[in-house]
T-cell receptor, first 107, second 117 residues
Framework: AQRVTQPEKLLSVFKGAPVELKCNYS??????LFWYVQYSRQRLQLLLR??SRESIKGFTADLNKGETSFHLKKPFAQEEDSAMYYC?????????FGKGTTLSVSS | GAGVSQSPSNKVTEKGKDVELRCDPI?????LYWYRQSLGQGLEFLIY????????KSGLPSDRFSAERTGGSVSTLTIQRTQQEDSAVYLC???????????????FGEGSRLTVL
């Protein structure tokens, strides 16, 4: 069965510290993975997708098929990174989301 | 409009009443999704439309939930005989489709917050 697991509900870090938001998936096919972000009082929006191999707002994520992971990383967190982050897996026509991790960056 | 529009933004209803939630996707987007966002449960997939047909209804939690889409545009999610556990934010998203593969990016509305008393 397809599943996305984000083990941390809340991750609190200080400004300037490295950040890693964990995501593991279960899918029998070839996975297509995404990170979505929801800032306070804003709509849920795409942050990045593994196909693009891009860095957005300093965030990167590498697909590790051996570990079935797609962790989101940023070397130096900023206060404006505070938000809810969702990992998502395309399974057929549906996009399956994890339960989300709230990232809190304090000064 | 410029983005996905949902109405009402807030709905308070009594247990047992029916509610209708509306989604107006981005013009030209053929794919439309409904999700439910509950505290502690993340985003729960409900149903997917491609044009007016719904090839994937696997996420609808019970037969009290139904959805339709007309004219390849506006969609309505209906919840009959609402229960307290239906209280959540209902999110709609739309996506364009290029060739035979979806671009993957979903554009979300602001959601309809449903409270069942």
């Amino acid at each position: 069965a397809q599943r996305v697991t984000q083990p941390e509900k809340l991750l609190s870090v200080f400004k300037g510290a490295p950040v890693e938001l964990k995501c593991n998936y279960s899918y029998s096919g070839s996975p297509e993975l995404f990170w979505y972000v929801q800032y306070s009082r804003q709509r849920l929006q795409l942050l990045l997708r593994h196909i693009s191999r891009e860095s957005i707002k300093g965030f990167t994520a590498d697909l590790n098929k051996g570990e079935t992971s797609f962790h989101l990383k940023k070397p130096f967190a900023q206060e404006e990174d505070s938000a809810m982050y969702y990992c998502a897996l395309r399974a057929g026509t549906a996009l399956i989301f994890g339960k989300g991790t709230t990232l809190s960056v304090s000064s | 409009g410029a983005g996905v529009s949902q109405s009402p933004s807030n709905k308070v209803t009594e247990k047992g009443k029916d509610v209708e939630l509306r989604c107006d996707p981005i013009s030209g987007h053929t794919a439309l999704y409904w999700y439910r966002q509950s505290l502690g449960q993340g985003l729960e997939f409900l149903i997917y439309f491609q044009g007016n047909s719904a090839p994937d209804k696997s996420g609808l939690p019970s037969d009290r939930f139904s959805a339709e889409r007309t004219g390849g545009s506006v969609s309505t999610l209906t919840i009959q005989r609402t229960q307290q556990e239906d209280s959540a934010v209902y999110l709609c998203a739309s996506s364009s489709r290029t060739g035979t593969s979806n671009t993957g990016e979903l554009f979300f509305g602001e959601g309809s917050r449903l409270t069942v008393l």
